[in-house]
């Protein structure tokens, strides 16, 4: 993240605290609910004071996204460090799709909001992501050292599909989410199997 968009982010500053109403707004209606009249209400403060963080509406989605790729990226590294796994993919993967299903929203902010497509930051925050989520298929032998960057791209993009199917879920089923990561995470251990090497 630039130091432009750390800067006064502490717990109690108003940048924060407007990140974290944001990100509540976000959850509970997507994209289309975030105006910046509903997030000054929510913090108690008029729109003016917003716009000392944040230049305009895009300006705080992208901090929005910045925050959630860098999320994601401590995720995947904190699972693949915690031995609960038999392979590093397995626990990257698991921490990818547990943050789609946690995060749904965010999520779909992060990967089709257009304003983002040309953030650098926001760009740049993803590739770290990715680079992270790479690291888990080296040395793995299921997948030879030639092709982890491709199947490694392959699982990210899928990502995006899979998190479209998690929030056609609803609501209704409250664990069915759950167990839609739980069957994708079982697929890409299929997939990845030695029957399937050239």
């Known amino acids: 993240m630039g130091e432009e968009l750390k800067l006064n982010a502490g717990p109690g500053s108003l940048r924060r605290r407007v ?12 994209a289309e609910g ?7 209400a929510r913090v108690g403060n008029g729109v003016a004071s917003l716009y000392h963080h944040f230049a305009d509406k895009h300006a705080l989605l992208a901090a929005l996204a910045i925050e959630g790729w860098e999320e994601l990226t401590r995720a ?3 699972a693949m460090a915690s031995g609960k796994f038999p392979h590093r993919i397995d626990a990257a993967s ?16 992060m ?3 257009q304003a983002l497509a040309a953030n650098d930051a ?17 040395g ?22 899979i998190a ?33 090497a050239d």
Do not use: C
Request: net charge negative; glycine share 6%; hydrophobic share 50%.
């Open 76 to 78: 995947i590294d904190q």
């Open 122 to 138: 926001v760009r740049a925050a993803e590739r770290a992501a990715f680079a992270t989520f790479q690291t888990s298929f080296e």
């Open 19 to 30: 990140l974290d109403a944001a990100r509540a707004l976000l959850e509970e209606s997507g």
């Open 94 to 109: 698991r921490a990818f799709l547990t943050f789609i299903h946690r995060n749904p929203q965010l999520y779909a902010l």
């Open 140 to 161: 793995d032998d299921r997948v030879p050292a030639e092709r982890v960057e491709e199947v490694s791209l392959t699982i990210w993009v899928l990502g995006r599909g």
């Open 111 to 113: 990967q089709t909001e």
């Open 34 to 40: 975030l105006h910046l009249r509903t997030i000054a």
């Open 164 to 196: 479209s199917a998690v929030l056609m879920q609803g609501e209704d089923d409250p664990g069915a989410a759950g167990r839609l990561v739980a069957k994708v995470i079982s697929g890409f251990a299929f997939l990845l199997s030695p029957r399937f």
